[in-house]
């Protein structure tokens, strides 16, 4: 689909789209650039890219496809770095998981003739790294474009084509309702887990084997949450500043409103609000986004992958 491509970052994402790309022969040339010559070298020898680059400018230099596979807080950077090497007619893209920052800090480097698509890709794990990637991670689920208004239509039809090429879904939608539907679908969530794990872990000595040993109750679903990329989380946060406050907002009056119903002894609220959730995880089976296989006590292995 394209004669050259040049992934910048090559982590989690980075990867798993090389193998993707691998997979369906997209790319003449797959370049790759990360910020250390061990990530670089790891790369090479995995081989999810042709060759590597020192710098991200050599990398970009003549794609017709560069994807920002880097935490949304060094986007804007990297796009000052490649710049001056982006191909007129090029589309540049990202992968971030927050939208409204990165139009803010890449947009004002996008030379003239270059079309910029922002994309985030519901995908994932929590691994990170070159070794992490997988072809099959992006396969049934979705990828959400957020084109600026005046999108070059060619351009994101071509996109949309390579992300199906990828094994996605695509919807399009803007870049604002994108941060607030992830804020809650993603952001919040993880949030809640980071939070839930670290109040274990403050329970400290006393109760630290029993925290482990009977995980398996629920707790151990969200420590696979909890142990996602540091440097990542701490970007969405920073950079979906907004959207995250306003759905915490909504997410502790319901808290304050389930304390007390338990304080009170309303059964009724309980059983309710249980009945209507168990149903949501009903449909996003249906909806093919998640497997019916009983979770609490199951052995978990690598068959986990493809979620974010
Ligand atoms: P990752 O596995 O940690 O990989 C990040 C890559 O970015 C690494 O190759 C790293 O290079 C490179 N990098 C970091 N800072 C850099 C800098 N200043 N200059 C150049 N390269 C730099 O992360 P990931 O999971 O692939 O995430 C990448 C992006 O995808 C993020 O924006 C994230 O929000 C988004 N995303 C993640 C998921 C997920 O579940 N993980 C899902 C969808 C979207 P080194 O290895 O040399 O440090």
Redesign the pocket.
């Known amino acids: 689909m394209f004669d050259k491509v040049c992934l910048?970052?090559?982590?989690?994402?980075?990867?798993?789209l090389g193998h993707a790309m691998r997979r369906g022969s997209l790319a003449g040339e797959i370049v790759g650039?990360?910020?250390?010559?061990?990530?670089?070298a790891k790369?090479l020898e995995i081989g999810f890219v042709d060759r590597v680059c020192d710098t991200?400018a050599d990398a970009a230099a003549g794609a017709d496809l560069v994807i920002?596979?880097?935490?949304?807080g060094?986007?804007g950077?990297?796009a000052a770095a490649i710049a001056p090497s982006l191909k007129p007619g090029a589309i540049l893209t990202?992968?971030?998981?927050?939208k409204s920052a990165?139009v803010r800090d890449v947009t004002p480097h996008v030379p003239e003739g270059v079309h910029f698509i922002p994309g985030?890709?519901?995908?994932?794990?929590?691994?990170?790294?070159?070794a992490?990637?997988f072809a099959e991670l992006f396969d049934r689920r979705w990828c959400v474009l957020t084109p600026l208004p005046g999108a070059d239509e060619a351009a994101v039809a071509r996109l949309e084509a390579f992300w199906r090429a990828c094994g996605s879904e695509v919807e399009r939608m803007s870049p604002e309702h994108h941060d607030l539907v992830l804020a809650i679908t993603s952001h919040v969530p993880h949030l809640i887990a980071y939070n839930i794990v670290g109040t274990a872990d403050d329970l400290g000595t006393v109760t630290q084997s029993e925290v482990i040993k009977f995980s398996a109750g629920g707790f151990r679903d969200f420590t696979r949450i909890a142990a996602?990329?540091p440097?990542?989380w701490r970007?969405?946060f920073l950079n979906n500043k907004d959207a995250v406050l306003e759905m915490l907002g909504r997410f502790s009056e319901d808290l304050s409103a389930l304390q007390r119903a338990i304080r009170w002894g309303d059964g009724d609220t309980l059983l309710n609000l249980f009945t209507r959730t168990r149903a949501i995880r009903r449909s996003i089976i249906d909806a093919g986004q998640d497997a019916p296989l009983p979770d609490f006590g199951r052995p978990h292995g690598k068959g986990d992958k493809g979620r974010?």
């Not at 650039?33 to 670089?40: D, G, I, L």
């Not at 920002?68 to 949304?72: A, E, F, G, N, R």
């Not at 990202?94 to 927050?98: E, K, L, N, T």
């Open positions: 910048i970052g090559l982590g989690l994402i980075g990867s798993s650039y990360a910020r250390s010559a061990a990530t670089r790369a991200a920002l596979c880097v935490p949304v060094v986007c950077e990297l990202d992968v971030g998981s927050v990165v985030h890709p519901i995908a994932g794990t929590e691994e990170s790294g070159p992490a990637g996602s990329d440097v990542m970007d969405v974010e």
